[in-house]
């Protein structure tokens, strides 16, 4: 019904910069929260930042003045700009949106297949 798809990640040096892109499609009424998470190996999934329709974020301590995310509600499109990045940042990337779709009352939460971004020390 609704399918997330990411790309921009890659391989970059600590410093450098990426931009996840995230775009949203299928049988879509309206969605309220988007927001990326990643997993590292070995570790548990944990929420990087998310943004809401109206443009309320929050991020992780952890990137908080480094990564910036942004959504283009026309485009059902969320993004995520990271910058200085570091050997630690590396992980699988992950889009996530709360959507309700047509026809349906109530919001599910679906997943992309996920991005991988190595940065190198």
């Known amino acids: 019904q609704v399918q997330l798809a990411e790309s921009g990640g890659g391989l970059v040096q600590a410093g450098g910069s990426l931009r996840l892109s995230c775009a949203a499609s299928?049988?879509?009424?309206?969605?309220?929260?988007m927001g990326w998470y990643r997993q590292a190996p070995g570790k548990q999934r944990e929420l990087v930042a998310r943004?809401?329709?109206?443009?309320?974020?929050n991020y992780a301590d952890s990137v908080m003045g480094r990564f910036t995310i942004s959504r283009d509600n026309a485009k059902n499109m969320v993004y995520l700009q990271m910058n200085a990045l570091k050997p630690e940042d590396t992980a699988v990337y992950y889009c996530?949106?709360?959507?309700?779709?047509?026809?349906?009352?109530?919001?599910?939460?679906?997943w992309g297949q996920g991005t991988q971004v190595t940065v190198s020390s």
């Open positions: 943004i809401t329709r109206g443009g309320i974020t």
């Open positions: 996530n949106a709360v959507v309700t779709t047509k026809g349906v009352l109530w919001a599910v939460e679906y």
């Open positions: 299928g049988s879509i009424f309206s969605i309220d929260t």
